[in-house]
């Protein structure tokens, strides 16, 4: 099982509706959870960080369930500017080469 | 960006050249890690440097990759004898605990 496990997409979801997607993990001693955002040829950027109590910022939604060792993020009332590629990234330890990134979500919101 | 700074943005090498990728990070830090993003696929950790000290290369090519940083100046991300599969992103990062900032990148494109 790798590392990080993202389904790649693209996800094509139209303008205003609500969308999910997961990351697995297989590295049970991960300490903390976060989901960049990657825009194209950009560099990626901290979107949020996962709780395991879930935590919302405005339109996004985290949860991590640590049983089943996985991560959400839920997107909700889409907006065009929503189109990029979200990252699921672990920390294990150390310093940011304790970082583990997953290849990436591609979602694109169509009007 | 929160300050990294890379150059070049983008650089076009012939099979064979040297690629030197400059990165400063941000403003008061003394460490700067390396990530390469090669296409559809996840950020991999390269080296982590601070001042004159290479603290874990564990993520280098064993060959015609090197890295510094020197006590004065930015540090350096060197590619002897480039090859068409160099070609990728490379991501400059200065870290906060467990939170990482990117630089902006630098596209290395092998003819």
């Known amino acids: 099982r790798k590392e990080v496990e993202q389904d790649p997409g693209p996800f094509n979801v139209p303008e205003g509706a609500t969308v999910a997607f997961n990351c697995t993990y297989s590295n049970s001693a991960s300490q903390s959870f976060f989901w960049y955002r990657q825009d194209c040829r950009k560099e990626p950027k901290l979107l949020m960080s996962v709780y395991s109590s879930g935590n919302e910022d405005g339109r996004f939604t985290a949860q991590l369930n640590r049983a089943s060792q996985y991560i959400s993020l839920l997107i909700r009332d889409s907006k065009l500017s929503d189109s990029a590629t979200y990252l699921c990234v672990l920390y294990s330890g150390g310093g940011a080469d304790g970082l583990t990134f997953g290849k990436g979500t591609h979602l694109i919101i169509q009007p | 960006n929160a300050g990294v700074m890379q150059n070049p943005r983008h650089l076009v090498r012939r099979r064979g050249q040297e690629a030197r990728l400059r990165c400063s990070p941000m403003k008061g830090h003394s460490h700067v890690y390396w990530y390469r993003q090669l296409p559809e696929e996840g950020l991999k950790f390269m080296v982590y440097l601070q001042k004159e000290n290479i603290i874990d290369e564990s993520g280098m090519p064993k060959e015609r990759f090197s890295a510094e940083f020197p006590k004065e100046g930015p540090s350096i991300l060197r590619i002897q004898q480039v090859v068409r599969g160099d070609s990728a992103a490379y991501f400059c990062?200065?870290?906060?605990?467990?939170?990482?900032?990117f630089g902006e990148g630098s596209w290395l494109t092998v003819v």
């Open positions: 990062a200065s870290s906060f605990g467990n939170t990482i900032y």
